[in-house]
Each structure stands twice: as C-alpha cells, then as structure tokens.
C-alpha cells in the first residue's frame, strides 16, 4: 500500500537541542496511528513537521509523494493542533464561513456546500449561530474538527484531540475522529493510552526524539472494568441495557457499598470492537457516574512502558 504519509529519516533541531532523531514512520490511507510518547518526546514537532509548519534539518517528508507546502495553506492536510484555533467571537457559521474562504477551492457554491455538510456532519445545527466563546468543550472540539476536514483532505493530524473533554465528550469525539478517519491517513497523538487503544489502528512511540516502537495494535478491546456510582436498586436496568447491546457478551458487577460497584463489561471483539465500547460506554453514561475506568488499556500501557523502558536504540516494528 503506497503510503500518504512518510517521513524518511527525518532529523529536527532547535537551536543546540535535537528533537527528532532519524525519524522514519509512514501513515496508509485508513490508518489511524497513535503517536504515543512522554512530555517533550516530539509529538507535536513530528505533527508540525508533517502539516509543513517547519521543514526537516534532514532526511525527507512527503504527502501524498510530494513534499508539503510550507506554512499554512497545506490542501492535503487537515490539522487539529492542541489548542484549536478558533475566533470565540465569530459565530460557528461565520467561523466556518472565514475557514472555507481560506481553504476551500470551488467559488461561493462550493464553499456552502462543504460549510452545510460540516455543519451536519459534526452535528453544529444546534449552534450554528452561537458565538464560540459560549461553547462547551466539546462543542469547540466537534467546531475543531470541522475546520480541520472543511476542504475534505486525505490527511488528517490531530495534536491531543481528546485532552480536557469529559467522559461523555471523549465518546463523543471518538465517533467523529472514526468517522472522519474513513479514507484518510491519520495521526493522533495522545498521552492518554486508552484513547490510543480505543481509536488506533497502529501505535507509533517516541523517546526522547527518537522511535522506539512502531506496531500494529491487535484487537480491539474486548472488556472494560469500570468503578460506577450507581444505587444498587438502579444496577438491574444497566444490566439488562448492556446486555441489549448488539456485541456484548457478559455484563458481571461486584457491589462495593450501597452506591459504587466494579462493573466488568466484555463483548466480541472481531465485529467492530471500537465502535462497541463506545456503545457500551454511552449506555453507561446514560444510567451511572463513571467515577473511573479500572482497566481496558493494559496492552497499550505495557507496550508502551516497554518501549520507554528499553532505552534509546532500538526500534521494533511489527506487521
Ligand atoms: N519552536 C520551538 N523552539 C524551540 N524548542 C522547541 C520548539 N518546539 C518544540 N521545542 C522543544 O522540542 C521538544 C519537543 O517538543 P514537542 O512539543 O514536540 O513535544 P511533545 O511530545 O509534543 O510534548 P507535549 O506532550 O508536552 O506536548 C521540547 O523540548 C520543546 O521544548
């Protein structure tokens, strides 16, 4: 599969201060890899490098097997950095309106068309005409992401997308960042393990600039371990939504006081196991308060510790 994303041995330095080390990762149409590393590591350097913001010291980059444009006017690229960088006194419409003008190809028509099927899309009816600065976090994110995909680019880069939204928000953006991946190469780069886990295809870790791990993941999830507050008299009906729940294949709760037990939610991993933890999770939310998420993550998390742990040269790559 010809990649739409690659960097070839790519090397990056501030001043005295190497940041990226030989870099070498390519993205396929449909992936979506999960640039996982501690603070510092390089993430969003390797995501400014790809959209064209900076240019490599060495090696190579190219989209789409051409070299990205420099600044900001990249048509291959959508980017969501970490902090999405919206007017909060322009209305949603008037800022998609003032995106599409900068990033969409076509006269009047074509502008309109992309501004509605975003605004459908990423479900903005509601606050089409909401100054910006009034949303939720969730909403400014769902607004991120529409600029990102306004002009419909085969490449997508996501810089801490899920950072700062709540439970309900997190599932939320993880069906729009599923459904914006269809087609595209993307890049997601996250602290968080579980949001790896849930919504990447691969994994990709750096240390201290360098790659140390770059696999495919396995399956998806198949069992969250979650400690809900819930009264007891309330766990038949969550019980019985869950096992409703096309997929699922055991629901057990262990009850630890009169309000907060350990649920263990297991289901069938071949048929779209991403997609039913977000179902399992949204049928959650709808019933208790997730006070946490007790495990799901465990095979990312020992990956990834694994991978820091191992030192500086090594780069395992796995099919
Ligand atoms: N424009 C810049 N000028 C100087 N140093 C920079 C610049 N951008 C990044 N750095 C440095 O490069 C290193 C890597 O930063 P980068 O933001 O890529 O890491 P990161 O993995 O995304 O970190 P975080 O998870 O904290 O966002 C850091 O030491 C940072 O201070």
Redesign the pocket.
């Known amino acids: 599969m010809q990649p739409v994303v690659a960097l070839h041995e790519v090397c990056k330095s501030?001043g005295p201060?190497q940041?990226l080390h030989s870099l070498s990762l390519s993205v396929g149409p449909g992936e979506i890899v999960g640039l996982l590393?501690p603070?510092?590591?390089?993430?969003?350097?390797t995501l400014r490098l790809m959209a064209g913001f900076y240019a490599p010291d060495s090696g190579s980059i190219t989209i789409r097997g051409r070299r990205p444009a420099a600044g900001r006017g990249n048509a291959d690229i959508g980017y969501l950095p970490e902090r999405a960088p919206l007017y909060d006194a322009l209305t949603v419409s008037q800022y998609l309106d003032f995106v599409a003008g900068v990033k969409v190809a076509g006269g009047a028509g074509a502008r309109r068309q992309a501004i509605e099927r975003a605004i459908d899309g990423f479900d903005l009816q509601g606050v089409a005409r909401t100054v910006i600065g009034r949303l939720s976090k969730g909403q400014r994110q769902r607004v991120g992401l529409a600029q990102a995909v306004l002009n419909d680019p085969p490449v997508l880069l996501l810089d801490e997308a899920t950072n700062g939204l709540d439970p309900v928000q997190i599932v939320e953006a993880r069906a729009m960042i599923r459904r914006c991946a269809q087609g595209r190469a993307v890049v997601f780069?996250s602290?968080l393990m579980q949001e790896v886990e849930a919504l990447c295809t691969r994994i990709a870790i750096?240390r201290q600039g360098r790659l140390v791990e770059d696999a495919a993941l396995g399956e998806a999830p198949a069992a969250l371990q979650l400690s809900l507050a819930l009264p007891q008299a309330r766990h038949a009906a969550l019980r019985a939504a869950l096992s409703a729940c096309p997929g699922v294949k055991g629901v057990d709760a262990e009850t630890v006081d009169a309000m907060h037990s350990k649920w263990r939610i297991g289901w069938d991993s071949q048929s779209g196991g991403g997609a039913t933890c977000d179902a399992v999770l949204r049928i959650v939310l709808a019933h208790a308060e997730l006070r946490a998420v007790l495990s799901m993550q465990d095979a990312v998390e020992a990956r990834l510790l694994a991978a820091l742990a191992a030192g500086n040269t090594p780069l395992r790559r796995r099919a």
Do not use: E, I, M, Q
């Open positions: 501030f201060r940041v590393g603070n510092g590591s390089g993430k969003t350097t780069s602290h750096l």
